[in-house]
């Protein structure tokens, strides 16, 4: 379970940042080593959302700075709505 | 606010209130009149006129409205969307856009577009857009903006 969501997670990670998925190691700073933004942040955002099914409030963002951070978010969101 | 917008059921104002929501001006303000608008939808109406400056060049003989401007209409309908949600906040950039066209517009259409947020936060956000004339869908969008702080944060 944990691992499918690691996959599909790198994967929109990797669509939205237009690199490819060996590129963005899982505990690497999106924006500090990886060259996102904070808009393609906020798109990765809004496809986690429709997605999963999940809302997730404005200060979240900061906090989604690896893919595995953003799993763990995920995880915890997709708990709270069961 | 202005009053008049008190007086209509869906909150509907013309091009001098639009004016008051959106920096763009003539011979670039895409939208004529806004129909609805709330923080979770705005609808708003271009009419496409063979007065149209742009006609002129695109194309000699064959007028078509240029796609880029399409997408302008929809940024601007998106603009007073975000603004139903941060009415202080100030003007934002393209960051980036998804569209497809499907039909093209012509002198004498009426644009009739719709925007909805996808998500809407302050300085960003991304909402979807769709331009019909009559029942046909003609283009549609997705749009995500935001201020120059946000793009180099």
């Known amino acids: 379970m944990a691992r499918s969501v690691q996959e599909e997670v790198l994967e929109i990670v990797a ?6 998925k060996g590129e963005i190691p899982l505990d690497a700073h999106l924006i ?9 942040a906020l798109e990765i955002l809004a496809a986690l959302e429709k997605k999963y099914r999940i809302a997730v409030p404005e200060e979240k963002l900061k906090e989604m700075t690896t893919v595995n951070k953003i799993v763990q978010m995920v995880m915890a969101a997709k708990k709270k709505n069961k | 606010m202005p009053k008049e917008r008190k007086e209509t059921m869906k909150n509907s104002f013309g091009s001098e209130d639009i ?13 004529d009149r806004v129909m609805e608008a709330s923080p979770e939808k705005v609808v708003a109406i271009k009419n496409v006129t063979a007065s149209e400056q742009f006609f002129k060049g695109h194309f000699p003989g064959q007028p078509i409205m240029p796609g880029v401007l399409i997408i302008e209409a929809m940024a601007q309908t998106g603009i007073i969307l975000y603004k139903q949600i941060f009415p202080n906040d100030k003007v934002l950039f393209l960051v980036s856009v998804k569209s497809r066209f499907s039909k093209p517009v012509i ?9 909805e947020p996808i998500k809407m936060m ?23 903006f935001g201020s120059q702080d946000a793009k180099s944060a």
Do not use: W, Y
């Not at chain 1, 500090?32 to 393609?40: E, L, R, T, Y």
């Not at chain 2, 004016?19 to 939208?31: C, N, T, V, Y």
């Not at chain 2, 002198?107 to 719709?114: A, E, K, R, S, Y």
């Open chain 2, 107 to 115: 002198p004498g259409d009426q644009m009739v577009i719709t925007v």
């Open chain 2, 19 to 31: 004016k008051k929501l959106i920096p763009q001006r003539f011979p670039f303000l895409m939208i």
């Open chain 2, 122 to 144: 302050s300085k960003m956000g991304i909402f979807k857009a769709v331009v019909m004339i009559e029942e046909h869908k003609v283009a549609e969008a997705e749009i995500a």
């Open chain 1, 32 to 40: 500090q080593d990886v060259g996102a933004d904070s808009m393609m």
């Open chain 1, 15 to 20: 669509t939205v940042i237009e690199k490819n």
